[in-house]
């Protein structure tokens, strides 16, 4: 794996856990904004589409980078808009590039050849 794929995987992990927190924050302020009079959706929902936009942008640089399956792709996106998916995506991404990396030295060091 080469440098930019990895910073590509990186820049999606460090995205995923964060929007999924927002998204879930976003939830709870709407049940608080029918139920009370706290009314943080505006601010939430902001910051949730922040991060949100940015998880999409860094998932196709990602998808461009590392050359997934559609389905493969379609997994990652999916998770993007389920409350907790963030989380699903952080761990899954982490050992995809955790196993990059031992290919990747494995290979360096002649333990296993190129295919």
Aim: with cysteine; aromatic share 10%.
């Amino acid at each position: 794996m080469d440098l930019k794929t990895a910073s590509a995987l990186r820049r999606l992990r460090l995205v995923s856990a964060p929007e999924a927190v927002s998204f879930l924050l976003l939830l709870v302020c709407s049940v608080l904004k029918r139920t009370t009079d706290f009314n943080a959706v505006p601010v939430m929902g902001m910051v949730h589409g922040v991060l949100f936009v940015l998880y999409v942008i860094f998932w196709a640089d990602a998808w461009n980078r590392t050359k997934w399956s559609l389905k493969t792709a379609a997994l990652y996106f999916v998770l993007s808009v389920l409350p907790a998916g963030g989380f699903f995506a952080d761990r899954k991404l982490r050992r995809e590039s955790e196993d990059a990396v031992i290919a990747s030295r494995a290979q360096r060091e002649g333990v296993v050849k190129a295919s």
